[in-house]
């Protein structure tokens, strides 16, 4: 494959309201735009881990300098012909998954756009809609929680995910379910519990959730598996899904009944494909979780959710609904609950040069 530039472009977009998790918080979206110009064509990807290290080991800076000292150095010398030898490629860099994540997925909407085709044909499926669910952040208050899921539940989102951590769990799950009554719902803890808190994290049993998402550290697997062996609600892996041979050994041990797929996280579609087809495999469904990313990342998850084993709502949402902008056109919209991916070929959805600029940190190209 001949490549003529490959362009990096760091924007940040501020966020309509603050996103906090039980690790950490975030008032700005950061993310690395990777466009692959070949042959009169661009591919895009996004490169879109938290700022600060308190969700992974990755930030804007780190993913930017691996991309900049490693990965777009190898590809430029190498042209590969293949979206699987860019892998090959990657994979010559030891972890960086944010990193990989943005180069490879640029490969994919051009190799998409090449073919004349869009990207979720590319990967093998025919669908064009997917359900949104609606994910809310921690809030100072019970109060504030319960009017933020009232402002966007009118959109229709299919399903509710609220974060949680100790303290801040039971009593906010009773207040949403004596408000919102049997609204499809379920939690998240993003690493917030310990092993002491298993009997505790049984009592989200009464709850009726659809899961219980990511309750212990990520490297617990063990610990997983004790906690699905003595509750009825699914334990999903997330922060613990970080690739094939973990979800493999996942399964084997009973850990989970369900896997959250981020593309950023696993390195990329590729490996987020070979994820779920694992997981189809043994009977473990899915569903597409994002960080969350800029229009390039979202539509990006929308095109993977349409793969046959996606069972969960997407966490993808409206553009709006978290940031004061966002630079697709068009943006990212959810209508009565469900995401339509766009006429046309590769992403679908086109990069919008004027917003670039008006985000922009910095930019670099490379030939």
Request: hydrophobic residues 40%; contains cysteine.
């Amino acid at each position: 494959m001949k490549i003529d530039q490959i362009t990096l472009t760091h924007v940040r977009v501020p966020l309509l309201e603050p996103f906090r998790i039980s690790s950490g918080e975030i008032a700005e979206k950061d993310a690395i735009l990777v466009g692959v110009f070949s042959e009169g064509l661009m591919g895009y990807g996004e490169s879109s881990p938290m700022s600060g290290t308190f969700y992974s080991d990755e930030t804007p800076e780190s993913a930017w300098n691996c991309l900049t000292d490693e990965l777009i150095p190898r590809v430029l010398r190498s042209a590969p012909g293949s979206i699987g030898e860019v892998n090959s490629l990657l994979d010559q860099t030891k972890g960086n998954a944010f990193a990989k994540a943005g180069m490879e997925t640029a490969f994919w909407d051009l190799e998409a756009q090449k073919g004349r085709m869009p990207l979720h044909a590319l990967l093998g499926s025919d669908c064009k809609q997917v359900e949104s669910g609606l994910a809310v952040g921690m809030y100072p208050t019970i109060r504030e929680l319960l009017l933020a899921m009232d402002k966007y539940l009118v959109e229709g989102y299919k399903r509710v995910k609220i974060k949680i951590q100790p303290g801040w769990d039971m009593k906010p799950l009773s207040e949403v379910r004596g408000e919102f009554g049997t609204i499809p719902l379920m939690v998240d803890a993003n690493c917030a519990y310990t092993r002491k808190d298993l009997d505790h994290l049984k009592g989200l049993d009464d709850f009726d959730l659809i899961m219980v998402e990511q309750p212990l550290a990520k490297d617990d697997l063990e610990g997983h598996a004790n906690l699905q062996s003595i509750m009825r609600t699914p334990v999903c892996l997330d922060e613990s899904a970080k690739d094939v041979a973990t979800v493999q050994k996942a399964i084997e041990m009973k850990a989970c009944k369900i896997v959250n797929i981020k593309i950023q996280r696993v390195g990329g579609l590729q490996n987020a494909k070979k994820v779920h087809d694992l997981c189809a495999a043994h009977g473990i469904p899915v569903w597409g979780g994002t960080m969350p990313e800029l229009g390039i990342g979202g539509a990006q998850t929308v095109h993977l959710a349409t793969l046959g084993n996606f069972l969960f709502p997407t966490d993808v949402e409206s553009s709006r609904r978290w940031f004061v902008d966002d630079i697709i056109n068009p943006l990212l919209e959810v209508q009565n609950g469900m995401i339509t991916i766009p006429e046309g070929i590769g992403n679908g959805y086109n990069v919008d040069s004027r917003k670039v600029q008006q985000y922009k940190v910095r930019g670099e190209s490379f030939r």
